[in-house]
């Protein structure tokens, strides 16, 4: 097997290479920045979340796909705008790749174009963009509507800073080709399932869309002021109404357009009063009725049937991924009593896959942001403990007859499902001990001759010091019910 | 939360972009060569062996670590030969790389040389050398002995064949900080629990020693022609004793050399009878014989606790990784029917942590080929039918109000964990059930007026056509029990 541990013939003869390099690692080693090792309390953790959204996404019928690392630069570029172009990890062809290098930007130094004729391939960057190049490219094998989830890591050459990463996972579940406004209701209700099922209650789920924003671009009658305006609304529980009016004009937005969006500045009441006052704000315009009318059925059935633990919240200067969403636009706040950034988002998108060339695949979807979510779960202590479960037990080794009595005990137990293990090396009991403890292994088990003699083994319970005979049977009773 | 399906503000002004590139996308996206893409059924079953593989890996106390998928290419470069360097995919640096690119290597047009000057990031080529930068640069967290786990991507530039990939996933398992043979033990019983789990009886896990191959290149009397030697030797079944030997003198072999050797021509009979004809062969050699204690200690320990379904064969040709393991060598071979090469492999190195300065930590590891594992799983036919099970029932969609009764008992079908799924849009009752034929959703629930009025379900098993009208708490059952 070539393929694995790979150090073949070719590299034997060369191995000096190996040696010379000693030299110049002298200095204790280190990983790029923005990017992270992980122990295994941290996989544990991290798995353990993973576990249950993906658990989640698939009891609500969305189904795993995989794409690759890295995909053909053409299909990146272009996508993310000139800043995600930026922030792409681009991969150097491999060989003598300035045999191919355009001469001219090789001349005039000029990096940003050098690029395309050096570097064919590029890292991920999100997981939407190649969802849509994998529905396109496989659209004749997809039965659609497809539901699907994927949970993969993504690279961004981000300037690093806390909780931000050059490499970080993306959770999402998207359904392509159906316009159903029932699949905006099931989201929600999975948002509420994962939190929940995580310990997370009260989290907020706020909802736009992306009409009701057009709705109001109308009212004001300058769509390229929305930004300006949607940012300054935001600021409402900040800087008070004066406040946001004083920026709306700042930014050029004219008084009769701040009139006729009053209700905004006193928007409360329930989810169905919210929208109540919609209908009326937009009465004139066509977009924003029919948003008007989305958000209705979305959250009216969304109450119907009831969330667990999460709370609906109509938002209207929620404005994410404006240009792209077209319908419902979702994002998910934390628990009030933990101050962090949002920790998942979505919405609809109704020509996704038309950048590959395939028209009209309307599609809609959520993301969990692992990295804050465990975070948040972090704080609010919710981890469980069995999480990081190491051995249940740790037999320590008096020398070989001993390992041997030991290693026959093992491997029944292991046949049960219970994990234990043997101290390798014949060394110091107090370090046996020692180890057992800081890898929080709550059992040891001695072999001694006389165990041998009597075929008991001595069940010590490292916490109360509590120590048992035990034939192998209770041995593995005490084990599994410990 | 910016981080998830980003599309920033800066973007949204820059969406141009998005639509001039249309036009160059107009043919059908594809991947790169020697990556691919995973559909819900590949996936699904690549989970189930990977997960028979960590489950036992922690059974066996190995903990997960995870690396980042790019390195600082110093930790990587010079580790694996000229050939590895040269497989290595280097990341290209961000922003303006040429402004620091070397001026000579530039003019000169040396890709090779210019590639340190313009590049600082590498993707991983495998978890070993990943593995010994984590140690030493986590040493003083660490509790030794560490056994740690790691299943992660790995990428080489490698010409893409038929089961060769540039992305692929390596499953490695090892101990570092102990010269514990027990671990060479208990790493053949790990290859035996594992595989037996997986259905493949009869696996053969081959073991060797370097210290038995040093003896041999002593007894031959010239260590450089070691490795024409055993690959000469490992023809045997192929060409026979004189057409082996024919071949070792054409290598330069002494006749001498070859005489010394001849019990390795007729290398048969039990482990422990091959090992006391090496113990003859070898008992110049002070290196072999320790070699020879060593295979002996193994395999006499694994014979006596015994494997379920694996068979153990020593295997004097082996020589894997020669330049960096020290003692045991394995490779595991899968079931004589298949056609296929080795499916696993590892060994014991003393010195892994040495090229980053941590001296005397010896380690010893295995790995399992993942993508032949799963070849060998379904060309035998050993994935279960239940891998990949998608909902268990689709509810058929005929509008508006049978939908939210629907949604429902949807919400409490859920909540008891069973997955079942509405379809999404009221279109032809007849694309709907062909919808859940091509997904393999085995029954479909039907909610017309009728069941509506007397609060009932008629629930449709689709591979007998059989119908049954049943409430809520008697479709619940049924859906748990199918």
Request: hydrophobic share 40%; net charge neutral.
């Amino acid at each position: 097997m070539q393929r694995i541990r790979i150090w073949s013939f070719s590299t034997l003869l060369k191995s000096k290479n190996l040696k010379s390099n000693t030299h110049t690692m002298a200095s204790k080693p280190s990983i790029p920045k923005g990017t992270r090792d992980f122990s295994p309390i941290e996989v544990a953790k991290r798995q353990y979340i993973i576990q249950i959204i993906k658990s989640n996404f698939e009891k609500f019928g969305f189904q795993p796909i995989e794409t690759p690392s890295f995909e053909n630069s053409e299909t990146l570029m272009g996508k993310y705008g000139e800043e995600g172009d930026r922030l792409i990890f681009k991969i150097l062809n491999s060989g003598d790749y300035l045999a191919k290098a355009n001469e001219t930007h090789l001349e005039n130094k000029d990096s940003t174009k050098l690029t395309a004729s050096i570097s064919e391939k590029a890292l991920r960057y999100d997981l939407t963009v190649p969802f849509a190049r994998y529905v396109v490219q496989h659209q004749n094998d997809i039965e659609f509507p497809f539901k699907r989830y994927q949970i993969q890591p993504v690279w961004r050459a981000d300037r690093p800073q806390k909780g931000r990463f050059r490499e970080f996972f993306q959770c999402d579940a998207d359904v392509v080709g159906s316009k159903s406004l029932w699949q905006e209701v099931e989201l929600v209700q999975l948002y509420d399932t994962v939190f929940t099922a995580l310990g997370l209650a009260g989290v907020t789920i706020k909802i736009n869309n992306r009409k009701i924003l057009s709705g109001i671009a109308e009212v004001i009658g300058a769509s390229d002021k929305l930004i300006d305006f949607t940012v300054a609304l935001d600021k409402l529980d900040k800087i008070g109404e004066d406040g946001v009016k004083k920026e709306m004009m700042e930014k050029g937005i004219s008084d009769e357009a701040i009139l006729k969006v009053q209700p905004l500045f006193n928007f409360t009441g329930t989810i169905s009063e919210k929208i109540n006052q919609l209908s009326v704000l937009l009465a004139d315009s066509q977009e924003g009725m029919k948003g008007v009318e989305e958000l209705r059925f979305i959250c009216d059935n969304v109450t119907e049937l009831g969330l667990s633990t999460a709370i609906l919240d109509l938002d209207v200067t929620l404005a994410r991924g404006l240009n792209y969403y077209t319908g419902a636009i979702f994002e998910v706040a934390p628990p009030k009593s933990v101050s962090m950034g949002s920790i998942g988002g979505g919405g609809r998108y109704d020509d996704l896959t038309g950048i590959f060339g395939l028209k009209n695949m309307s599609g809609v979807g959520i993301s969990f942001g692992l990295d804050r979510i465990y975070l948040v779960v972090e704080e609010l202590n919710l981890f469980p403990e069995t999480v990081t479960a190491t051995s249940k037990a740790l037999f320590i080794n008096y020398g070989e007859a001993g390992a041997f009595y030991a290693m026959k005990a093992i491997k029944e137990l292991r046949n049960s499902n219970i994990k234990v293990e043997l101290y390798p090396d014949n060394t110091k009991v107090a370090k046996q001990f020692q180890h057992a403890d800081k890898r929080g292994i709550p059992f040891a088990v001695i072999v001694g001759e006389q165990e041998m003699a009597s075929n008991t083994f001595l069940l010590k319970n490292l916490v109360t010091g509590e120590q048992l005979s035990l034939d192998f049977e209770s041995l593995k009773q005490s084990l599994l019910e410990s």
